[in-house]
């Protein structure tokens, strides 16, 4: 069975820094590219940032460039997002998922962790 977890998430002051963690079973995780995606109230789902299945390739929204760092560990079949300097606008719903930026119905995902930045 799937498992994906996040974690890590919580509420901080603008400018500040949040380290969130996705751990994965029950599929070949090193096989697999990841993502994050995070979903703002009221908002439809955002591709945040994506990581190859080896780790050499990172790739991130426009909006977060500079500010965001994506990694993984695959002996330990996690992935994290190192977050900086966050902003306001950075406030929603993390979710890690399988797959790249875009999104298949064959993809797996976690069940979020909360980021809200105040200003």
């Known amino acids: 069975e799937v498992h994906i977890v996040e974690s890590g998430g919580g509420m901080v002051q603008s400018g500040g820094s949040l380290r969130l963690s996705c751990a994965a079973s029950g599929f070949t995780f090193s096989s697999y590219d990841m993502s994050w995606v995070r979903q703002a109230p009221g908002k439809g789902p955002e591709w945040v940032s994506g990581?190859?299945?080896?780790?050499?390739?990172?790739y991130y929204i426009n909006s977060v460039k500079g500010r965001f760092t994506i990694s993984r560990d695959n002996a330990k079949m996690t992935v994290y997002l190192q977050m900086d300097s966050l902003k306001p606008e950075d406030t929603a719903l993390y979710y890690c998922r399988s797959g790249g930026s875009r999104a298949s119905r064959r993809d797996y995902w976690g069940q979020g962790t909360q980021v809200t930045v105040s200003s």
């Open positions: 990581i190859n299945s080896g780790g050499a390739y990172t």
